[in-house]
């Protein structure tokens, strides 16, 4: 379950600006000025940061058509506001709406001295106050699977995102393998499918998840960006789930074409559209480096498309850039191994394979590829194209890269403290959290 105010983070959008480490207090310490970590470069003026609240001063009013101050009210104005402020106790005090609103209907974004209570009635309930105009309650669900879903709404979004981009790219595959037409141009279908599978897997469940889609972008969020460490073993899981079930709705639709083209179920001929596998000839060597790079590459693509310091796309288009990048990746780097980039894109289809029939052979073939290719070579490439992308160009304090050796211990204690609240080790957490508010520990 979300907690209130956490960031998401989405790949549609661009990346939570988050300062990681111990964010208390110490005994006898104010807050502190800054998380950038010393040495790192401020970004500049604009760069993510929010407009000053400017003061209403009496020059401002003039400009706003001279307003007066009010005079003290009289006994019988008095009566006659407490009157009216009973009467709107459900649905609060009325506002007087040219006061929000400059002569040409702009929004001035300031409250009116008309809007704010009397003076003499400070001590009324009912007084709006700026701490109350930022209030807003969220709405109550509906029923009963409102509440499962707002409960699982991580879960739920990487499931459904998963399995729309697994079960659309992988029947794009079987289309083309299956199909009776079999010259050249064809597999630019096979390409072109799976980016846009996972442009409709982002913008499917970006807002709600974040849609990661794939544990080599999850991982390397944990580590450079601050993406909780709770959350990642739900990510994963349901990633894994909902591949499977994409590559079980592709079986399903393509079976009889499957049989009809190979009379049965062969791993060597369309298993090898379902999952992963480099060709015979490939050396193992380079399999490995193609997908270590491959990831590497589309993980540092990620990271610069969500920092907003860097050059970010405009609103909606994150999805779209990286559906082309998936392109770009299969049609250069997909001919030696067939362009996984993505360990539960190979995982969850191999074993709706086994399950359909394909047999427990899917999991030995090419040396037990599964293991070291799909997810060994990804996961270090997505780790590696992240420190690549924030040694040579991320100036956030967020970043293990920029960190200070006092914030490495800070990053460690959080680290724990996260594993333990993780495996529900409360009291041990509690301690640590204790000891890190009173500042015993960094």
Same mark, same amino acid.
């Not at 699982?152 to 399995?163: I, N, V």
């Not at 480096?289 to 498309?305: D, Q, W, Y």
């Given at each position: 379950?979300?907690?209130?105010?956490?960031?998401?983070?989405?790949l549609?959008?661009?990346?939570?600006?988050?300062?990681?480490?111990?964010?208390?207090?110490?005994?006898?310490?104010?807050?502190?000025?800054?998380?950038?970590?010393?040495g790192?470069?401020?970004?500049e003026?604009g760069?993510?940061?929010?407009?000053?609240?400017?003061?209403?001063?009496?020059?401002?009013? %003039? !400009?706003?058509?001279?307003?007066? $101050?009010?005079?003290?009210? *009289?006994?019988?104005?008095?009566?006659?506001?407490?009157?009216?402020?009973?009467?709107?106790?459900?649905?609060?005090?009325?506002?007087?709406?040219? *006061?929000?609103?400059?002569?040409?209907?702009?929004?001035?974004?300031?409250? *009116?001295?008309?809007?704010?209570?009397?003076?003499?009635?400070?001590?009324?309930?009912?007084?709006?106050?700026?701490?109350?105009?930022?209030?807003?309650?969220?709405?109550?669900?509906?029923?009963?699977?409102? @509440?499962?879903?707002?409960?699982?709404?991580?879960? @739920?979004?990487?499931?459904?995102g998963?399995?729309? =981009?697994?079960?659309?790219?992988?029947?794009?595959?079987?289309?083309?393998?299956?199909?009776?037409?079999?010259?050249?141009?064809?597999?630019?279908?096979?390409?072109?499918?799976?980016?846009?599978?996972?442009?409709? &897997?982002i913008? /499917?469940?970006?807002?709600?998840? &974040?849609?990661?889609?794939?544990?080599?972008?999850?991982?390397?969020?944990?580590?450079?960006?601050?993406?909780?460490?709770?959350?990642?073993?739900?990510?994963?899981?349901f990633?894994?789930?909902?591949a499977?079930?994409?590559?079980?709705?592709?079986?399903?639709?393509?079976?009889?074409?499957?049989?009809? *083209?190979?009379?049965?179920?062969? &791993?060597?001929?369309?298993? /090898?559209?379902?999952?992963?596998q480099? %060709?015979?000839?490939? $050396?193992?060597?380079?399999?490995?480096?193609?997908?270590?790079?491959?990831?590497?590459?589309?993980?540092?693509?990620?990271l610069?498309?969500?920092?907003?310091?860097?050059?970010?796309?405009?609103?909606?288009m994150?999805?779209?850039?990286?559906?082309?990048?998936?392109?770009?990746?299969?049609?250069?780097?997909?001919?030696?191994?067939?362009?996984?980039?993505?360990?539960?894109?190979?995982?969850?289809?191999?074993?709706?394979?086994?399950a359909?029939?394909?047999?427990?052979?899917?999991?030995?073939?090419?040396?037990n590829?599964? /293991?070291?290719?799909?997810?060994g070579?990804?996961?270090?490439?997505?780790i590696?194209?992240?420190?690549l992308y924030?040694?040579?160009?991320?100036?956030?304090?967020?970043?293990?890269?920029?960190?200070t050796?006092?914030?490495?211990? &800070?990053?460690?204690?959080?680290?724990?403290?996260?594993?333990l609240?993780? =495996?529900?080790? !409360?009291?041990?957490?509690?301690?640590?959290?204790?000891?890190?508010e %009173?500042?015993?520990?960094?």
């Amino acid at each position: 379950e979300k907690k209130q105010n956490e960031p998401t983070f989405s790949l549609g959008s661009n990346l939570p600006r988050t300062v990681r480490g111990w964010q208390g207090k110490k005994k006898n310490e104010g807050p502190k000025s800054s998380g950038t970590a010393p040495g790192v470069k401020p970004g500049e003026k604009g760069e993510g940061e929010a407009a000053p609240q400017l003061q209403d001063t009496d020059e401002r009013k %003039k !400009h706003r058509g001279g307003e007066k $101050q009010d005079p003290e009210p *009289s006994d019988e104005q008095k009566h006659q506001y407490h009157g009216s402020t009973q009467s709107n106790q459900s649905g609060g005090m009325k506002m007087h709406e040219t *006061s929000a609103q400059a002569g040409d209907g702009e929004n001035t974004g300031v409250i *009116s001295d008309e809007a704010v209570y009397s003076p003499g009635d400070e001590s009324d309930d009912t007084a709006i106050t700026p701490e109350d105009e930022e209030v807003v309650d969220e709405p109550a669900p509906f029923n009963s699977w409102a @509440l499962v879903r707002a409960k699982f709404q991580d879960a @739920l979004g990487e499931w459904l995102g998963t399995t729309i =981009f697994v079960a659309i790219g992988v029947s794009s595959n079987l289309a083309v393998a299956t199909g009776e037409s079999q010259h050249p141009g064809i597999y630019q279908n096979m390409y072109w499918g799976w980016g846009l599978a996972v442009m409709l &897997g982002i913008y /499917i469940s970006g807002g709600s998840s &974040g849609a990661h889609l794939n544990p080599a972008v999850s991982i390397p969020l944990w580590i450079y960006r601050g993406f909780p460490a709770r959350k990642l073993p739900v990510f994963i899981i349901f990633q894994i789930l909902g591949a499977f079930t994409g590559g079980l709705i592709a079986i399903a639709i393509y079976r009889d074409a499957i049989l009809y *083209s190979d009379g049965g179920l062969i &791993g060597s001929s369309t298993g /090898i559209q379902i999952y992963t596998q480099p %060709k015979e000839y490939v $050396q193992p060597a380079t399999a490995f480096f193609t997908e270590f790079l491959g990831t590497a590459i589309l993980t540092c693509s990620i990271l610069a498309l969500g920092d907003d310091s860097n050059s970010p796309p405009g609103a909606g288009m994150h999805a779209f850039i990286i559906g082309l990048l998936v392109i770009a990746l299969i049609m250069s780097l997909g001919s030696n191994t067939g362009g996984c980039f993505n360990p539960v894109r190979d995982f969850g289809p191999r074993l709706a394979a086994m399950a359909m029939g394909y047999g427990t052979e899917v999991f030995t073939a090419y040396h037990n590829w599964w /293991i070291w290719g799909a997810w060994g070579a990804t996961i270090s490439g997505g780790i590696t194209g992240g420190v690549l992308y924030d040694t040579c160009i991320f100036k956030g304090g967020e970043s293990p890269v920029n960190y200070t050796p006092k914030k490495w211990q &800070g990053k460690a204690n959080e680290g724990k403290l996260d594993f333990l609240q993780m =495996f529900r080790q !409360h009291t041990q957490a509690r301690n640590l959290e204790t000891a890190m508010e %009173k500042g015993e520990v960094e």
